[in-house]
């Protein structure tokens, strides 16, 4: 069974930066695509960052420059840092593995941000 768990969230003021941390169940050695999402109140949820099959970086246009995905692959970990954090960052944050027709979600992790 595959399992994904964040954490790190919490509250914090505009400005400030957190990390926050995906530990997945699975080995992250092939080539599998790594994305963390977010949802933010009467919003739909969003692509925040990725590793597109375990290479590829990409970022939303809300985010580049202020966040930075990486990854342990010894440890099956992944990392968001988020600096610079807005209030309109403010929302649900989850962490996903996908492969082949599979994708897989962790519980997420609230991030507050206050003016």
């Known amino acids: 069974q595959v399992q994904l768990v964040e954490s790190g969230g919490g509250s914090v003021q505009a400005g400030e930066s957190l990390t926050l941390t995906c530990k997945i169940s699975?080995?992250?050695?092939?080539?599998?695509?790594m994305a963390w999402h977010r949802r933010a109140p009467g919003n739909q949820r969003e692509l925040v960052a990725t590793?597109?099959?375990?290479?590829?970086?990409q970022y939303s246009d809300d985010v580049a420059g202020r966040f930075t995905i990486s990854r342990n692959m010894t440890k099956g970990e992944m990392y968001l840092k988020m600096d610079d954090l807005k209030p309109e960052d403010t929302a649900i944050y989850y962490c996903?593995?996908?492969?082949?027709?599979?994708?897989?979600w962790g519980q997420g992790t609230q991030v507050t941000v206050s003016a």
């Open positions: 996903t593995v996908a492969w082949g027709m599979q994708k897989y």
């Open positions: 699975v080995s992250l050695y092939s080539r599998k695509t």
């Open positions: 590793y597109v099959q375990g290479e590829t970086v």
